[in-house]
């Protein structure tokens, strides 16, 4: 089982003094989530938090997307594997502690099979279909997703904590029905020229607009074919 830690707000006090790391409770983050209900339930909507710690916010913000996909799709696991790996896909998260960031991807992968109708949940870690262990497809899918996006980085630095400070890259994810297309950006780079008060890639009121350049991109491709080596 994965350690459902919701209500383990501090793991040591050395921790809390090195990295301010106490756990948001079960109960503020539902209301805190509550203020954008709308958006946690909007399946595509993106969330990027910056200090995720082992995924409190994160976790049911993918529940309320997942609780989503499963009332409009139940009837179709094409369409409810579809949507819900665009629900994953749009879920971000940087942490500076590495343990944060395996617990985080390992909860995330836990609600996401929790929810699916043809999965079950990680067993002591592995993972498990129809009770055996396998490397299913979509399984593989979701877990590179989670690779890509919840990240170990420092959020002040904009790097890895590590000695090659290599600057942090987030991947966007555009689905075209089935196919789904990858670019690159470095965190800096999405970062760069947004206004302080008011976040806006697009602008539309005459100014100058931000179109941020990708450090790569890939062709569309089918979203079976999204692990990349
Ligand atoms: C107060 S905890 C909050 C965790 C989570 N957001 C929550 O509400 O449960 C702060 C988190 O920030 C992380 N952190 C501290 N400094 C950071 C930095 N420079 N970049 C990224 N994460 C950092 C800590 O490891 C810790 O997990």
Redesign the pocket.
């Known amino acids: 089982m994965i350690p459902d830690n919701k209500e383990q707000q501090i793991k040591s006090r050395q921790r809390v003094a090195d990295?301010?790391?106490?756990?948001?409770a079960d109960r503020e983050v539902n209301a805190m989530l509550d203020l954008v209900k709308a958006e946690t339930e909007r399946i595509d909507s993106r969330f990027l938090?910056?200090?995720?710690?082992n995924g409190?916010?994160l976790v049911r913000i993918l529940e309320r997307k997942l609780a989503v996909v499963s009332r409009l799709y139940a009837a179709s696991s094409a369409q409810w594997e579809l949507n819900a790996l665009i629900a994953l896909s749009s879920i971000y998260g940087?942490?500076?502690?590495e343990d944060?960031v395996r617990e985080c991807r390992e909860r995330l992968l836990g609600v996401f099979m929790q929810a699916s109708p043809s999965l079950t949940p990680p067993v002591g870690g592995r993972t498990s279909i129809g009770g055996r262990d396998m490397d299913h497809q979509l399984v593989a899918v979701a877990r590179y997703l989670l690779e890509r996006n919840i990240i170990w980085?420092?959020?002040?630095t904009l790097c890895t904590p590590d000695e090659r400070q290599d600057p942090i890259v987030f991947s966007e994810w555009s689905w075209v029905g089935q196919q789904v297309k990858r670019r690159d950006f470095t965190l800096d780079m999405l970062l760069k020229n947004q206004p302080m008060d008011e976040p806006n890639l697009f602008s539309d009121l005459g100014d100058e607009a931000f179109i941020p350049t990708p450090i790569r991109e890939f062709p569309l491709m089918s979203y079976l074919n999204i692990p990349q080596p």
């Open positions: 990295h301010g790391e106490v756990f948001t938090e910056p200090a995720c710690g409190n916010f940087i942490d500076i502690l944060n980085g420092d959020a002040l």
